[in-house]
């Protein structure tokens, strides 16, 4: 095989005389955290302290090889590189229209001083509110792919610390509820980002960023109470076969002195590439779906006499979503599949052949003609091969019945690749889902992924990527979300990237699907948890007939905003935010409590000058999210920035208000 060239460095690095110990010390812009980078008797390792406390003991670094030595031992440092950089970037759609990427940046170059004298490149950004480091592993005199075992990364925390967390490798991915225990109590794998509140103070969450054709990282302790990064395996025992030059994901760890201010953390998108092409094309939306109503019993996936997707209710939502002033509407059991066991369906699912009851063509015409969009759906019960081989042919013919937008589902416990059961989070799954992004973006299609694999800022290269699942949502509703768990997403699984929760939900007293919030709480989700795609989740007549009053914020509330400001929160207790929508002068605050009622207050200091109006949605007095949930009152009143709000949220409550100038 024909061997790749060195790059100048490397052909340079062997006239440096290298170093085979060093400490050398990174700040943040600020100077307030640092990254110490130390190289001992050949092993490389890290530590990370804030305001000269230690929050990240030393850990090691490295990666296993298999059949050879790890990349971390025997090396010795031939240079370093160092750079600032700052600037300002613009989202395509997201919670911030603006955003600041500034760090300091290192980049230490690695040889091993004997055997094959491998190569390896560390590379260290600090930011103002973490840390974030890679491995960088350049062509190589010998060999030009690689079978990796592990990672050696470590991060030694204080065993104290508080952690909010999800199990890692279950059946339901990462649809679990958040527990809080001390570091030293994880006994298993935990998925990121994890959240750790530290004996300092401050607030802490491990992740990932730009996750591209590699196992994710879960975290796990090691017998020593240590976390490692513990790589979703292959069904081989690999965690990834990879080809030269190859770099891994980034390790993030973002810092905060509050957990109100972890949630303005941009690292994961900073830390990813610009678009690759033109994504001016892509709009963010909010949509209806048939989905509640089959989900509550009414209608079915699959065909017969109670079938959900057929043209006749198309049409009827279609014209309510141009009533409701929404932007499309979600057909879910649309196509061949759906008959008997669909979960069994997966093999032979066919993704572009439409029931016999229907008719494409004319329920793309009449959402065209009504300036509407169809969003299609394709669940694949983890059967990639068979996906993946209708894949292209199909969003071609989305494509050509103006199908622009796509919700992809992976329900199972596993995936089926190549003929063999994987985890979603594993390499093979995460270059599927890359794969499916990358062709939907070919045929200017947006995607909704459900069961998918976590956020780690990818949408800033590819902003079609709308938005994802990736936690428990409304559809655990009926005793199995507590209310508390609308006031861990944001300072957890929501620090990866926007979420479709399936918010509004109208019908709360529903025997079939009892949904414990109150209808106020429905409201806020539109503002707490982002979303590029919004599901409107409710059937139609509980916002035309039963609350239009309560619709009306619904209709109000944009998708895509201008910027975010996280007013207060306690993880676990109660969360509030403001949003400016993106191209208006109006504010959205929505927020959020758990199983206790409480009155929050806060300022509008962050209006400006001027008169405004506040609308406000609040629980009632005698609200409750099991004995009352629909008690809601609409308040509207003069407010300026020097104004002071007091709100009554009852038990597993929540508010909502818009606020616009006043005329």
């Not at 790589?231 to 994901?249: H, Q, W």
């Not at 002033?325 to 979960?343: F, H, I, P, S």
Request: glycine share 8%; charged share 25%; aromatic share 14%.
């Amino acid at each position: 095989m024909k061997q790749r060239k060195l790059s100048f460095w490397q052909r340079l690095s062997y006239f440096f005389h290298p170093a085979v110990n060093t400490e050398e010390v990174v700040f943040s812009p600020d100077r307030r955290i640092q990254f110490k980078f130390i190289l001992k008797q050949g092993h490389v390792s890290y530590s990370v302290l804030k305001d000269n406390k230690i929050l990240v003991k030393e850990s090691r670094l490295g990666i296993s090889i298999k059949n050879d030595v790890p990349f971390g031992e025997r090396l010795t440092l031939v240079r370093t590189r160092a750079r600032s950089f700052d600037e300002n970037w613009e989202t395509v759609w997201g919670e911030e229209r603006v955003i600041r990427n500034k760090y300091n940046e290192k980049i230490f170059y690695l040889e091993e001083n004997s055997g094959k004298k491998r190569l390896i490149t560390i590379k260290i950004r600090i930011f103002d509110d973490g840390v974030a480091f890679r491995y960088e592993i350049p062509p190589q005199p010998s060999f030009s792919r690689i079978v990796i075992d592990d990672e050696l990364t470590e991060f030694n925390l204080d065993h104290s610390g508080d952690v909010w967390e999800i199990p890692a490798y279950q059946p339901d991915r990462y649809e679990y509820n958040y527990e809080r225990r001390k570091v030293f109590e994880l006994e298993n794998s935990v998925h990121t980002p994890l959240t750790v509140h530290s004996p300092h103070g401050y607030y802490l969450s491990i992740h990932e960023a730009a996750l591209y054709d590699y196992g994710e990282m879960t975290l796990k302790l090691n017998e020593w109470k240590v976390l490692y990064s513990d790589i979703t395996p292959l069904s081989d025992g690999a965690k990834a076969y990879v080809e030269l030059p190859f770099s891994t994901p980034w390790r993030v760890i973002m810092i905060a002195d509050s957990a109100i201010s972890l949630v303005k953390n941009h690292m994961i998108l900073n830390l990813n590439d610009p678009p690759r092409s033109d994504f001016s094309w892509v709009k963010p939306m909010k949509f209806m779906g048939i989905w509640w109503a089959m989900y509550v019993g009414e209608w079915t996936w699959a065909p017969g006499e109670r079938h959900g997707a057929t043209t006749e209710h198309m049409i009827e939502y279609l014209k309510s979503c141009k009533s409701l002033g929404l932007d499309g509407v979600l057909a879910e059991g649309w196509n061949n599949g759906w008959e008997g066991d669909w979960l069994q369906n997966g093999a032979f699912t066919d993704f572009s052949t439409p029931t016999k009851d229907f008719d494409i063509k004319r329920i793309a015409n009449f959402a065209k003609v009504n300036g509407l969009d169809l969003v299609g759906h394709n669940e694949t019960v983890g059967f990639i091969d068979n996906y993946e081989n209708q894949l292209d042919e199909a969003y071609k013919f989305y494509s050509e019945n103006d199908v622009n937008y796509v919700k992809t589902g992976y329900a199972g416990s596993m995936m089926t690749i190549h003929g063999n059961r994987e985890w979603h989070h594993s390499q093979l799954g995460v270059r599927h889902y890359q794969k499916s992004v990358e062709i939907a973006a070919k045929y200017h299609i947006c995607i909704d992924m459900h069961e998918p694999i976590k956020g780690t800022g990818i949408e800033r290269t590819f902003p079609n990527l709308l938005t994802r699942e990736g936690a428990r949502g409304q559809e655990y509703e009926g005793g199995s979300l507590l209310p508390s768990h609308a006031t861990i997403l944001p300072f957890t699984r929501l620090l990866s990237g926007g979420m479709d929760y399936t918010s509004g939900i109208f019908d709360l007293t529903n025997s079939v699907k009892r949904v414990y919030t109150t209808l106020a709480r429905q409201l806020a989700y539109f503002v707490v948890i982002p979303s590029g795609m919004q599901m409107v989740a409710d059937r139609p007549r509980f916002y035309e007939i039963e609350k239009p009053d309560a619709y009306k914020f619904i209709r109000d509330v944009p998708v895509n905003w201008e910027t975010t400001l996280p007013i207060m929160g306690e993880i676990g207790e109660y969360y509030v935010v403001a949003r400016k929508g993106r191209g208006t002068e109006e504010w959205f605050i929505g927020g959020v409590t758990n199983e206790k009622e409480r009155k929050l207050k806060f300022s509008l200091s962050f209006l400006d000058d001027g008169d405004y109006i506040a609308e406000a949605y609040l629980d009632a007095e005698n609200a409750h999210y099991r004995d009352n949930p629909l008690a809601m009152q609409i308040k509207k009143w003069g407010v300026t920035r020097n104004t002071n709000l007091d709100i009554f949220v009852a038990e597993g409550g929540g508010f909502a208000i818009r606020i616009y100038k006043k005329a």
